[in-house]
């Protein structure tokens, strides 16, 4: 069963400078994640779509691959991931490369670890699910959220104001590491999240989106508690 790493990453970052290269523990952070994949033992092709030859060097000397530069089309801020997977895939389509799963790796996702992304395939394909996901749990009830409206907050579900948490539905996020995907439904659907999507929880410290400065920091902090 032949399964693709993919790790999409732009140069391009506002609010942190090069982020997907910026260090982390000393090395680019998308090091780590290229190291996770390659510990994994489970793909056949771990490669990095960028729009950056910066990048493409880091990438290639970390060991993954790049058989090609983004297009520009791609490369953009309103691209989305999928349009980025279905040109992953087109490419080694023409090369007579055929991939039944891909998954696909947020190159900040530094705290991912071999034994979630050997765990999340395992669900994957024992569970013949589209796609699935790592998952953190919300760690406040979201039923009593609050929304602004001129200046003041309003609750956005009063009827769950005197509810105990306990009886409260749990709701999860996604953790921002990795997706893995049936590359027939996603073709077929041309998205990941579907109505057949699984997922593996993970604890907090085991996972950190990274969008903010403070986001880095928390990613540091959650990096020393794991270790």
């Given at each position: ?34 190291k ?11 490669m ?6 910066e ?51 947020l ?9 979630k ?7 994957h ?15 406040y ?23 105990r ?15 893995w995907?049936?590359t ?44």
């Amino acid at each position: 069963m032949a399964n693709i790493c993919i790790i999409p990453a732009r140069i391009g970052s506002k609010r942190i400078p090069k982020k997907n290269i910026k260090l982390f523990n000393g090395k680019p952070i998308i090091s780590h994640v290229i190291k996770a994949a390659i510990s994994s033992n489970i793909f056949d092709e771990i490669m990095v779509s960028t729009d950056s030859s910066e990048i493409a060097e880091i990438a290639k000397k970390y060991g993954a691959k790049v058989p090609f530069l983004r297009s520009k089309g791609n490369a953009n801020d309103f691209a989305i991931l999928a349009d980025v997977l279905f040109e992953v895939l087109n490419v080694y389509k023409k090369e007579g490369k055929i991939f039944e799963n891909i998954c696909c790796f947020l190159p900040t996702a530094a705290l991912i670890t071999p034994n979630k992304i050997i765990e999340a395939y395992n669900s994957h394909i024992n569970g013949n699910y589209s796609s699935v996901v790592p998952v953190l749990r919300f760690s406040y009830p979201i039923q009593r959220a609050f929304y602004q409206v001129d200046g003041l907050i309003k609750l956005k579900e009063e009827q769950h104001i005197k509810s105990r948490s306990q009886d409260l539905e749990i709701f999860y996020h996604d953790s921002g590491q990795f997706y893995w995907i049936n590359t027939n439904d996603f073709l077929l659907q041309k998205k990941i999240f579907t109505n057949n999507t699984g997922f593996i929880e993970l604890k907090e410290y085991e996972a950190q989106d990274v969008d903010t400065p403070e986001d880095w920091v928390m990613l540091e902090l959650k990096d020393k508690i794991k270790n």
